[in-house]
């Protein structure tokens, strides 16, 4: 419960002395209280049996919220569990989740730290070329930090692969060139492996594609040409008969003439 005082009284409503104003010991919040009957029962020292009408929330104190947020908790868990308004958590919330906010970014810029020492590249680069490398997509990532208890930062990526949601832990030692990266479980180990070829992440199949291009013409046979039709056989020549020599008419027979023709 959180204590509160007396700093006076209301006379706003024209009845002199019916609300009492409180607020808490920081002084951030003020609070009204009507006077009923158990109230002036226990100013002036009268036992009244006292019934609960109902739970008494539970109040946080802006410094609650903030180290509740600052250790990882969101907006809509402190306020279910302190039973509060989202509204007044969210405001004293902000500061604090851009904190958060600025602690991931500085997590992308450190170099994660290998069995040889801390890699070249930044924890980013890393994370990018080994979501790549096993077909996943780099930019379907989310980033989030909180600070623990011992006052070092623990970073959070999240990756999709297919419809499974994947989850790696880091933590960051801000310094100097970006500060150091070091993996806190198993994800995280295989993300920043130099070897990340081994197929450890679990990735996702590549689609099959149809292959709608137009099959190449296969080339028909060769086939012998035509044989050309036979030329029909020239006519031969029709054969010239000799001509027979005159016989001599019957009379040139008899009469011993010859033939005009013989000589």
Do not use: Y
């Not at 930044?122 to 990532?141: I, M, N, Q, S, W």
């Not at 959070?156 to 970006?178: C, D, I, M, Y």
């Not at 056989?233 to 001599?248: L, S």
Request: charged share 25%; glycine share 6%.
């Amino acid at each position: 419960m959180r204590e509160l005082k007396v700093v006076g009284l209301d006379f706003n409503d024209g009845r002199s002395g019916t609300r009492i104003i409180c607020e808490t010991a920081e002084g951030t919040e003020k609070f009204v209280l009507r006077p009923d009957d158990r109230l002036r029962a226990a100013l002036s020292g009268d036992t009244l049996p006292f019934q609960a009408d109902a739970e008494v929330p539970t109040v946080l104190t802006p410094k609650e919220i903030q180290s509740r947020i600052r250790a990882g908790a969101s907006v809509e868990q402190v306020a279910g569990a302190a039973g509060e308004d989202a509204a007044r958590v969210e405001r004293f919330a902000h500061p604090v989740l851009l904190e958060r906010s600025r602690a991931a970014e500085l997590a992308t810029a450190a170099h994660p730290v290998l069995a040889d020492g801390p890699a070249v590249l930044t924890l980013l680069e890393t994370v990018t070329t080994a979501l790549v490398g096993r077909g996943l997509d780099p930019d379907a990532t989310a980033w989030d930090a909180w600070r623990n208890e011992d006052g070092r930062w623990t970073v959070q990526l999240t990756w999709k692969a297919g419809r499974s949601e994947n989850v790696a832990h880091f933590r960051f030692t801000p310094g100097a060139h970006g500060g150091t990266a070091t993996a806190f479980d198993d994800a995280a180990a295989e993300l920043i492996d130099p070897h990340f070829d081994r197929p450890a992440l679990r990735s996702v199949a590549p689609v099959p594609t149809l292959d709608l291009s137009l099959p190449e013409p296969t080339p028909e046979p060769a086939t012998a040409p035509a044989p050309e039709p036979a030329k029909a056989p020239a006519p031969a020549k029709a054969r010239t008969r000799k001509r027979r020599p005159e016989v001599p008419g019957w009379e040139d027979v008899l009469l011993g003439v010859r033939s005009a023709n013989q000589p």
